[in-house]
């Protein structure tokens, strides 16, 4: 749907959140089995059920809407994602040098 009128954009921003959340669902497990602190990888295993309920939530939403949430990437997180997984990687190569 156009983003020429308010129900393009009212459906847009719902399908916008459906896919960060959905990126935040395959990228949080791999985050949490790569913190070494226990407090972190709790709050990663947290988040990351709050996240299902979320996606529930939209899910519920579009069914009510009687429209499909997809269709829609969400840019930001992805860079948010690639960020963390830039983290990850200079974590496992810094454990590497220091073996």
Known sequence: MPLDSL???YLDEPKDLYSAENQLLKA???MAKKASASELKAAFTEH???TRT???RLEQI???LK???KGKKCKAMEGLI?????V???GDRQSLIQR
């Open 7 to 9: 129900h393009g954009l």
């Open 28 to 30: 949080l497990p791999k």
């Open 48 to 50: 990351l059920e709050v």
């Open 54 to 56: 979320q996606v529930g």
């Open 62 to 64: 579009f069914t009510a």
């Open 67 to 69: 429209t499909s949430p």
């Open 82 to 86: 690639a960020e963390g997984q830039e």
């Open 88 to 90: 990850l990687e200079e």
